[in-house]
């Protein structure tokens, strides 16, 4: 089973649950991807041997001014306005480029190449039985997207894999989260039990969703309450009417914030926790067998 691991905002202690998961399924040799590429922090609590590592990037179109008649075809078939012609100028815009190659095969002289734009780092290795895997996005570039789906291509192998694979989601609910989800087969939200943990469990539902539809068969969804204890009752509430299932409470505690903070696991900290998260591996698994 591939699970992504998502919240709809930072700090909810996603990464938390993430990481004592893949440690409590440590027998089973799980896979364990950093999707997080514009600040992965697994690896600060899984300490990996990385052994690997490449660059990763898009390509985009590059003009030979010297074949280029400034026809403005490749302006035209451009959907996202990434390349323009002005006069005898044509501008690219890298950071709208979606790399679909379009402008280069309409180009009726034959003037764009592509070459890589170097957007990223993937880096591979273990943390004891556990594989690890992290994509990092350069500073100052903004296309997530690219890295994280190069990330997946990466470390999951196509035919996919027997092993457990966790995908440790960024937080939120834009584009970077959907491109982590699409491919799981089950998807567990981390939130909180407070009105801005509610608000923002509503979006990754709704983004979780949305993926679901787009792929066209059940999609498990299912809940960890972090920090359980403080705040109202508008998250079970939200759950119970959603259907969606709570498979742990973690309470509000200063031993494992503390621990949190000096880079200790969860399962480290409280190793009672980890027959609780295998027992949530497996009752997600059961419900995908189900067919949700
Ligand atoms: S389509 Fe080719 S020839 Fe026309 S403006 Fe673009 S690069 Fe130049
Ligand atoms: S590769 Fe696609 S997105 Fe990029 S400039 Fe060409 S047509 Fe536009």
Known sequence: MILAIASGKGGTGKTTVAVSLALSLAEWHPLFLDCDVEEPNAALFLRPELTESRKVGQLIPVVDEEHCTHCGRCAKVCEYHAIAVIGTQVLVFPELCHGCGSCMRQCPENAIHE???????????WAGTVEFAQGMLNVGEALAVPVIRQLKQWAIPPEGSNRPVILDAPPGAACPVVETLRGADAVLLVTEPTPFGLHDLRAAVQVSREVEASRGMSLPIAVVINRAGVGDAGVEAYCAA??????????LERAIA?????????????????PALAGLWDTLAARVRLGG
Do not use: D, K
């Open 115 to 125: 070459e890589l734009n170097v957007l990223g780092t993937l880096e591979q290795g």
């Open 242 to 251: 959603e259907g969606l299932p709570i498979l742990l409470r973690i309470p």
């Open 258 to 274: 503390e621990g949190i903070a000096r880079g200790e696991t969860l399962v480290s900290i409280h190793p009672e926790y980890q």
